[in-house]
């Protein structure tokens, strides 16, 4: 794999990424939350879902969901109700307390972490996605693991550096607006996951 290809799937990744998806969301609320150290169990494993998203894509995840529809249906409807469910949990929260107030209720770091994983790895747009770009930068002529690894390596780069991003953000915004501030990531986080959702449930497949 050639410099410029890889310069050219990380620019592509970057403008894909950037857009907050649900474990930026996730990063975002959890550091509003809980503080920064916490958000970090849920961007490792945002980050571990990547990993095996690449390792499947390897493996041929594309032809697999290409071939069986069936396996494809149960994919969309439980990553839908997973992020439903998830969504819906923020949204109806009514835990405002600051991150390291007394009384407050902190997650397992297991927790944080599983709750990523499964956030990131419930919505099959994104193995469809996966599946139709990864293929286009690995050359058939040379060993295809080093290269997927490479892949792997800049998607992990761009997704921690912007989930940081947002995870600070979100910290920052809590010091300014306090308890109200968790109340409205509360309720913006689960909003958009609700969204996403739904779009989740509605996506087809291309017939072409």
Same mark, same amino acid.
């Given at each position: 794999?050639?410099?410029?290809?890889?310069?050219?799937?990380?620019?592509?990744?970057?403008?894909?990424?950037?857009?907050?998806?649900?474990?930026?969301?996730?990063?975002?609320?959890?550091?509003?939350?809980?503080?920064?150290?916490?958000?970090?169990?849920?961007?490792?494993?945002?980050?571990?879902?990547?990993?095996?998203?690449?390792?499947?894509?390897?493996?041929?995840?594309?032809?697999?969901?290409?071939?069986?529809?069936?396996?494809?249906?149960?994919?969309?409807?439980?990553?839908?109700?997973?992020?439903?469910? $998830?969504?819906?949990?923020?949204?109806?929260?009514?835990?405002?307390? @600051?991150?390291?107030?007394?009384?407050?209720?902190?997650?397992?770091?297991?927790?944080?972490? @599983? =709750?990523?994983?499964?956030?990131?790895?419930?919505?099959?747009?994104?193995?469809?996605?996966?599946?139709?770009?990864?293929?286009?930068?690995?050359?058939?002529?040379?060993?295809?693991?080093?290269?997927?690894?490479?892949?792997? $390596?800049?998607?992990?780069?761009?997704?921690?550096?912007?989930? @940081?991003?947002?995870?600070?953000?979100? =910290? =920052?915004?809590?010091?300014?607006?306090?308890?109200?501030?968790?109340?409205?990531?509360?309720?913006?986080?689960?909003?958009?996951?609700?969204?996403?959702?739904?779009?989740?449930?509605?996506?087809? =497949?291309?017939?072409?």
């Amino acid at each position: 794999m050639s410099l410029t290809a890889l310069m050219a799937f990380a620019l592509i990744m970057s403008a894909g990424i950037v857009t907050p998806g649900p474990t930026v969301l996730l990063s975002l609320n959890n550091a509003a939350r809980f503080g920064i150290k916490r958000a970090l169990w849920g961007i490792s494993g945002a980050v571990v879902a990547d990993v095996l998203l690449v390792a499947l894509v390897w493996l041929g995840l594309g032809v697999v969901l290409a071939a069986s529809e069936t396996l494809f249906v149960t994919l969309k409807w439980l990553g839908a109700a997973w992020l439903a469910f $998830t969504g819906l949990r923020m949204l109806l929260s009514s835990d405002t307390s @600051l991150p390291g107030a007394g009384g407050a209720v902190v997650p397992a770091p297991q927790a944080l972490f @599983l =709750k990523s994983f499964f956030v990131a790895m419930s919505n099959p747009k994104y193995y469809i996605f996966m599946t139709a770009l990864l293929p286009q930068f690995v050359n058939m002529t040379q060993p295809a693991l080093p290269q997927y690894a490479s892949l792997a $390596t800049v998607i992990v780069s761009i997704d921690v550096t912007v989930m @940081l991003s947002y995870a600070a953000l979100g =910290k =920052k915004s809590v010091r300014i607006w306090k308890a109200n501030g968790i109340r409205w990531m509360n309720r913006i986080s689960g909003t958009f996951l609700l969204i996403l959702a739904g779009s989740v449930a509605l996506y087809r =497949k291309s017939s072409t």
